[in-house]
């Protein structure tokens, strides 16, 4: 047998060899996920982003509703001492509870998500959850903050927080993901020195080691919180 | 045949071993091609998140939808009301305005249905606490009580060396929180938390009941903003 021969021989062994491992691969794959199942997935993710769409329309229809009826409530406090007066305690309250703009100096922190650990096994403590964002939203409120937002989300009386994972869900807005902003107005020393207290955060500071979770924070004299544009829901409880 | 011939010239049984590696190649180039590519598909449609929390993210989508729903049509109606122009009505539609904001900020005692939770243990923390709370504020409470201190969102719950303080006051385990909103839901939520509690070891007890009527009477003080200016 020739050389050239032999040489054309493991050639093509080598080439069936190699079309066969690729061959076993890609219907393994298609084994592992279905048409119909990656269909239903596509299906679950097109669910999500028209009702993420519908929720953004919902909330910019709030937020105009809102300033429409500030400004006819205006009107009619023109025309009444009393109606002034009422006018007035509401737009206190409105304030208070989140539902107008805010200024002032304060804090903003960012959060980013870290590395995956080596054990796959362990919770996903890379990934900047929504107890780290209640966590910190407590604590700044704890320690002098009169308004926050997270990534634009005015944060009221009534907020609650929720999500999986690397997903954080603040009332019924959709969710976001790392990288997250809080951006909290007060008394910006003493949130300063809340968030610069490394007993605070006992959670967030063991991340940031095991994981590299990133947490930075920066002081600002003029910072702006928008207002909430979601339902402040009320409807169950009647006062006494 | 000259040497010459024999270096250039091909046989048609070499031309075809040829032909025949040529098109085994490009079947191996071809079945790359797509493997890869389908890897890659599969992967990127599985980054992030399953269908499990997709299906839990529709849910949480449609309910916040819903309740944005009737906050619109709440604020059509108010929209409606005070364009009809009459002092009485702008009074009235104010007046509304001011008693639901005060619920909802803790400046008023509230009652309505809803669950009350009774925790007792021995050595939780403020984190514990503020995840209860939490955990209700999710199931939809509108106001929260424990031990007859309000807490809404803002007021602090802090671990001191004494316990857990709600508002700079010390409340001591067994913790009785009284949770008003949609009773259904904040059973649910009840349900969920006190049987996660139980699995603690420093929970002896952890029960809930639903109520037609949970009264609140206890109040939050407004605070003035000192460093915030409004609009």
């Known amino acids: 047998m020739s050389r050239s021969r032999v040489v054309s021989i493991f050639v093509v062994a080598a080439v069936a060899l190699a079309t066969g491992f690729l061959v076993a691969g890609q219907v393994k794959v298609q084994l592992l996920t279905p048409s119909n199942q990656v269909a239903r997935y596509q299906a679950l993710v097109r669910s999500v982003q028209q009702l993420e769409a519908s929720n953004a329309d919902s909330r910019q229809k709030i937020a105009a509703l809102r300033s429409q009826i500030d400004a006819l409530e205006a009107i009619a406090a023109q025309r009444s001492a009393a109606t002034q007066a009422l006018q007035n305690q509401v737009a206190d309250l409105r304030a208070h509870a989140g539902l107008t703009t805010l200024r002032g100096p304060g804090v903003e922190v960012d959060l980013a998500n870290g590395v995956p650990g080596l054990d796959s096994s362990s919770e996903p403590g890379y990934l900047v959850n929504f107890k780290d964002v209640q966590d910190l939203v407590n604590l700044l409120f704890a320690r002098g903050a009169e308004g926050i937002a997270v990534n634009g989300r005015r944060i009221t009386p009534l907020s609650a927080f929720s999500g999986s994972e690397g997903q954080v869900i603040i009332d019924q807005g959709p969710p976001v993901t790392a990288p997250i902003r809080l951006s909290a107005v007060g008394d910006r020393n003493r949130m300063e020195a809340a968030l610069s207290d490394p007993s605070a955060l006992s959670d967030i500071r063991a991340r940031e080691v095991q994981f590299q979770l990133q947490v930075s924070f920066s002081g600002g004299p003029d910072l702006a919180l928008p207002a909430y544009d979601s339902s402040l829901d009320t409807r169950h409880v009647g006062t006494l | ?231």
């Open chain 2, 1 to 231: 045949m000259s040497a010459r011939s024999r270096a250039t010239g091909r046989s048609p049984r070499a031309s075809s071993r040829a032909i025949g590696v040529w098109l085994i190649a490009l079947l191996v180039a071809i079945v790359a091609t797509v493997q890869i590519r389908s890897q890659a598909e599969v992967e990127r449609s599985f980054t992030g998140t399953d269908t499990t929390s997709l299906a839990f993210l529709i849910d949480d989508l449609h309910r916040a939808n819903d309740s944005l729903a009737a906050e619109t049509a709440d604020l059509t109606q108010r929209q409606a009301t005070l364009k009809s122009g009459s002092d009485s009505a702008a009074d009235q539609v104010l007046t509304d305005e001011a008693n639901r904001l005060r619920a909802a900020e803790g400046l008023v005692p509230v009652h309505g249905p809803g669950v009350v939770v009774v925790v007792s243990a021995a050595g939780l923390l403020a984190l514990d606490l503020q995840d209860a709370l939490n955990n209700l504020g999710v199931g939809g409470a509108e106001a929260i009580e424990v031990n007859d201190r309000r807490v809404v969102v803002g007021v602090p719950v802090e671990q001191t060396p004494g316990g857990v303080t709600i508002g700079g006051v010390l409340v001591p385990p067994p913790w009785t929180i009284s949770a008003i909103g949609d009773a259904n839901r904040l059973a649910q939520a009840a349900d969920l938390m006190t049987q996660q509690m139980r699995a603690d070891r420093r929970v002896r007890q952890a029960t809930y009941r639903v109520e037609a009527d949970v009264v609140i009477r206890a109040v939050v003080t407004a605070r003035p903003f000192v460093y915030g200016t409004g609009p």
